[in-house]
Structure formats: structure tokens, C-alpha cells
């Protein structure tokens, strides 16, 4: 089971709206057809943000969205504010017939 | 709200199993449509999925830790518990257990305990 691709880092100014992209294969992102991504801030437990590639739970900020093409997902994040600075994890499922969780190895977005 | 309540030692000794157990609040481990997911998350590191058990007493590990885990469910006290065996330094991390969406189409943990911070060290 591969883990997912992410960019280690992403920067932006308050205002200004950034994405996060998350690249798979056609075994797990491809092949299921839906992601989630999970924002953690330093010292507490990842916050489930989008699932089901462009779903928010409730109480998640319409700011969030999420979007996919082929193999690779994205986070989008607009009006970007300084509580958006935390590391964002993208999840699948690892392939078609499993239901094993695997992970990207995260993406750092700092706030200008 | 649900809320989930990790309870268990900080500090393990090499070879010996890691404990911990996740006790679920505001609402019912019986449930039909969660499952109940560990993970763990080392220093500095990515998340990492160590397995789920459903309602039932069935479960799915992770390949790589399979031989090693054992995931249960008590739903006289709505909990359910990790059992690590043989642990090494390589063991040490942050665990988190979680409330996993039955019905979603990625993994779509909603609620998450605390973190537990485990050391193995002599």
C-alpha cells in the first residue's frame, strides 16, 4: 500500500486562497472515486474538513472545497485566515476491494 | 455530541504489548453506521491506520501491523481497545482512536479522541 503524494509545504496571505493537491494511483484515489482530508493543528487530533472528495461536515467553513481529477484530488482554501495555518492530511481507501486507510504524508500550510 | 476518551500507559517497555482503550460517550458503540478505527502518528510524522473493529467483534488491520494487533470491542461499556504486542522504539508514537462513517466513500473519521502519547522505552 503506497501512501498518497502531497506537497510537504504551501504558503499564502490572509485573503488569498491556495490548494493542496493530493496525487494517488488508479488502484486507491482513481479507483474509488472519493477522498477526505483532515486538517491538524500542532498538539491536538486531526479535524475531518471534506469527505467524499467535496463534502463538509458540519460546522466546517464553506472556505473549504474539495475537487478531483483522475488520480489526483485537491483542497482548496479561500479567504485564507491565520487559524488555517495547520499540516492538512489527504485519505483514501489503499485499492477498489480493500477498505484499508492510507494516508498522504501531509502538507504544511502556513499564513503569510 | 459523541465523544471519545482515551485512557491507557504512557510508557511501555521494549517487547512487552501497548494497551490502550477508547471509551465512547453520547451515543452508541452499537451503532450500525460506524465503524471504530486506531491510528497512531509518530513524532513529526504522518498518520498512520492501524486498524478497525465493527459492532459485530469483526476487524481489518493494516497489512504491515497485522501480526502484531488485536482490536476489540466491549459494548457492555461502550469501548472498544488496542492491544499493540512486541512493541519497539519504532512503536512510539502519538495513538489516536476515531468514530469511522460505515457508509462513505473514503475514510471519513468524524470524531477523534484526545491522543495518547506512547513511549517505548526501558
Redesign the interface.
Known amino acids: 500500500q503506497s501512501a498518497l503524494t502531497q506537497p510537504a509545504a504551501v504558503s499564502g496571505s490572509p485573503g488569498q486562497s491556495i490548494t493542496i493537491s493530493c496525487t494517488g494511483t488508479s488502484s486507491d484515489v482513481d479507483a474509488h472515486k472519493y477522498v477526505s482530508w483532515y486538517q491538524q493543528h500542532p498538539g491536538t487530533a486531526p479535524k475531518l474538513v471534506i469527505f467524499d472528495v467535496n463534502n463538509r461536515p458540519s460546522g466546517v467553513s464553506n472556505r473549504f472545497s474539495g475537487s478531483k481529477s483522475g488520480n489526483t484530488a485537491s483542497l482548496t482554501i479561500s479567504g485564507l485566515l491565520a487559524e488555517d495555518e495547520a499540516e492538512y492530511f489527504c485519505s483514501s481507501y489503499a485499492n477498489s476491494t480493500s477498505l484499508d486507510v492510507i494516508f498522504g504524508g501531509g502538507t504544511k500550510l502556513t499564513v503569510l | 455530541q459523541v465523544q471519545l476518551q482515551q485512557s491507557g500507559p504512557g510508557l511501555v517497555k521494549p517487547s512487552q504489548t501497548l494497551s490502550l482503550t477508547c471509551t465512547v460517550s453520547g451515543g452508541s458503540i452499537t451503532s450500525s453506521t460506524y465503524f471504530w478505527?486506531w491510528f497512531r502518528q509518530p513524532a513529526g510524522k504522518?498518520?498512520?491506520?492501524i486498524g478497525?473493529v465493527f459492532r459485530s467483534g469483526d476487524t481489518?488491520y493494516?497489512?504491515?501491523l497485522k501480526s502484531r494487533v488485536a482490536i476489540s470491542i466491549d459494548t457492555s461499556k461502550n469501548q472498544f481497545s488496542l492491544k499493540l504486542s512486541s512493541v519497539t522504539a519504532a512503536d512510539t508514537a502519538v495513538y489516536?482512536c476515531a468514530r469511522e462513517?460505515a457508509v462513505?466513500?473514503?475514510?471519513?473519521?468524524?470524531s477523534?479522541?484526545?491522543?495518547t502519547l506512547v513511549t517505548v522505552s526501558s
Open positions: 478505527s504522518g498518520l498512520e491506520w478497525r481489518s493494516n497489512p504491515s489516536y462513517a462513505a466513500g473514503a475514510p471519513t473519521e468524524d477523534w479522541g484526545q491522543g
